[in-house]
């Protein structure tokens, strides 16, 4: 064989190869910031997924802060807005966990909290328990005030999910 022969062979292989990972869904991922590797980092260590293996029964709660007297148009969008953001960023770090809610009916309860102390308070305990979060700030082009924290979405197991939440009431 000479070398021509050799550099198609490589060429050829190296598409295949390019092409199966592309064709499976695998791409590589640059990271451009130390923000985005410590993001990637949490992203690894989300035992969520681990729970999504061995616990059946997954919801998701929206907890609603009662002080900002939102109108129930206001809170249905912004209810909408957490739900959809936390779904977004499950579909890319926890896919077992959102299939597993899924599987369960898309379970969703909205609870009241009084205020964003509160909202904080909850959202550390979630963090600890490593139960995925999104909360919504709202930019405060309509009823309330610009930088708002509105609602916030966790998901996980159903018993877990309680012990975050605690004694809230349904909105």
Same mark, same amino acid.
């Not at 035992?47 to 249905?76: H, N, P, Q, T």
């Not at 896919?95 to 205020?115: D, F, H, S, T």
């Not at 709202?138 to 708002?148: C, E, H, K, L, V």
């Given at each position: 064989?000479?070398?021509?022969?050799?550099?198609?062979?490589?060429?050829?292989?190296?598409?295949?190869?390019?092409?199966?990972?592309?064709?499976?869904?695998? &791409?590589?991922?640059?990271? %451009?910031?130390? *923000?985005?590797?410590?993001?990637?980092? @949490?992203?690894?260590? =989300?035992? /969520? +997924?681990?729970?999504?293996?061995?616990?059946?029964?997954?919801?998701?709660?929206?907890?609603?802060?009662?002080?900002?007297?939102?109108?129930?148009?206001?809170?249905?969008?912004?209810?909408?807005?957490?739900?959809?953001?936390?779904?977004?960023?499950?579909? &890319?770090?926890?896919?077992? %966990?959102?299939? *597993?809610?899924?599987?369960?009916?898309? @379970?969703?309860?909205? =609870?009241? /909290? +009084?205020?964003?102390?509160?909202?904080?308070?909850?959202?550390?305990?979630?963090?600890?328990?490593?139960?995925?979060?999104?909360?919504?700030?709202?930019?405060?082009?309509?009823?309330?005030?610009?930088?708002?924290?509105?609602?916030?979405?966790?998901?996980?197991?159903?018993?877990?999910?309680?012990?975050?939440?605690?004694?809230?009431?349904?909105?």
């Amino acid at each position: 064989m000479d070398l021509s022969w050799i550099s198609v062979l490589f060429v050829g292989a190296c598409c295949l190869v390019l092409g199966f990972l592309i064709g499976t869904g695998r &791409r590589t991922r640059f990271v %451009a910031s130390a *923000r985005e590797y410590a993001t990637a980092a @949490v992203v690894e260590s =989300l035992e /969520i +997924e681990k729970l999504a293996d061995i616990i059946e029964d997954f919801k998701m709660v929206l907890v609603v802060r009662s002080d900002l007297k939102m109108g129930k148009r206001k809170i249905g969008t912004q209810c909408s807005h957490a739900t959809l953001g936390l779904y977004k960023k499950l579909l &890319r770090k926890a896919p077992k %966990a959102l299939n *597993r809610w899924e599987m369960c009916g898309q @379970v969703k309860v909205v =609870l009241k /909290i +009084e205020n964003e102390e509160e909202l904080l308070v909850l959202q550390k305990r979630a963090k600890s328990l490593k139960l995925p979060i999104h909360i919504i700030v709202d930019a405060g082009r309509t009823q309330i005030a610009p930088n708002s924290r509105t609602v916030m979405a966790i998901l996980g197991p159903v018993d877990v999910v309680d012990d975050v939440i605690g004694g809230l009431k349904l909105l």
